[in-house]
């Protein structure tokens, strides 16, 4: 930018976006500095090097708004974690299932994990029973990344949002896809035997 840069000569796009020909970066300096603008050099590696007069200030402000608004439109993944134990009752699993299926819904992902305590450390295939179980009862609405698992004396399991597929509206064309085979339909007969008539009433 500016007194920076080092080429011989340069090709120079003024503020408004016309050509203003070839000239040296002093030159070029000097007639962004007449408008209170930088000189940018915007393509180094052509032949001769491209530079543009412009505001940087606002260009930089103007760059990091744009940055701004695509991380604020980025869904960022959490890690959410929800603890179980062996001896779980039937209401507490149920709860914690919906914790888990409703962090999966908001696009979260999941660390199911089953602490095991003293003498429970005899009973791990409990534990994992418990983490099966929920595996299998999230079903579709999670991705498992990592089975159950062991680290030290806790077993977890990592469960992730489904990829999103585009939803195509169920209810099924029936007339647009596949349309119904006319040749499937009884054809009616020339009344050629001499059998009697069937009445259809």
């Known amino acids: 930018m500016n007194e920076r840069i080092r080429a011989r000569e340069v090709r120079v796009i003024g503020a408004d976006g016309e050509q203003l020909g070839i000239m040296t970066p002093?030159?070029?300096?000097?007639?962004?500095?007449?408008?209170?603008?930088?000189?940018?050099?915007?393509?180094?590696?052509?032949?001769?090097?491209?530079?543009?007069i412009m505001d940087y200030g606002k260009f930089l402000y103007e760059q990091e708004k744009k940055e701004r608004a695509a991380k604020k439109n980025q869904k960022q993944i959490v890690l959410k974690e929800v603890k179980f134990s062996v001896n779980v009752d039937e209401h507490d699993y149920v709860t914690k299932r919906n914790h888990v299926l409703r962090f999966l819904a908001e696009g979260d992902k999941v660390k199911a994990s089953l602490r095991f305590r003293?003498?429970?450390?005899?009973?791990?295939?409990?534990?994992?029973?418990?983490?099966?179980?929920?595996?299998?009862?999230?079903?579709?609405?999670?991705?498992?990344?990592?089975?159950p698992r062991m680290e030290g004396n806790t077993v977890?399991?990592?469960?992730?949002?489904?990829?999103?597929?585009?939803?195509?509206?169920?209810?099924?064309?029936?007339?647009?896809?596949?349309?119904?085979?006319p040749q499937e339909k009884p054809q009616p007969q020339p009344a050629a035997s001499g059998g009697p008539a069937q009445s259809s009433s």
């Open 156 to 181: 977890h399991v990592i469960l992730a949002p489904p990829r999103q597929a585009p939803s195509s509206g169920g209810g099924g064309g029936s007339s647009s896809k596949k349309p119904e085979k």
């Open 26 to 52: 002093m030159d070029a300096t000097r007639k962004a500095r007449e408008q209170n603008f930088d000189l940018v050099e915007i393509s180094p590696t052509a032949v001769p090097p491209v530079c543009r």
């Open 118 to 147: 003293g003498r429970e450390m005899a009973h791990q295939n409990l534990g994992r029973k418990v983490l099966e179980r929920l595996i299998n009862e999230v079903g579709d609405k999670g991705i498992v990344e990592f089975r």
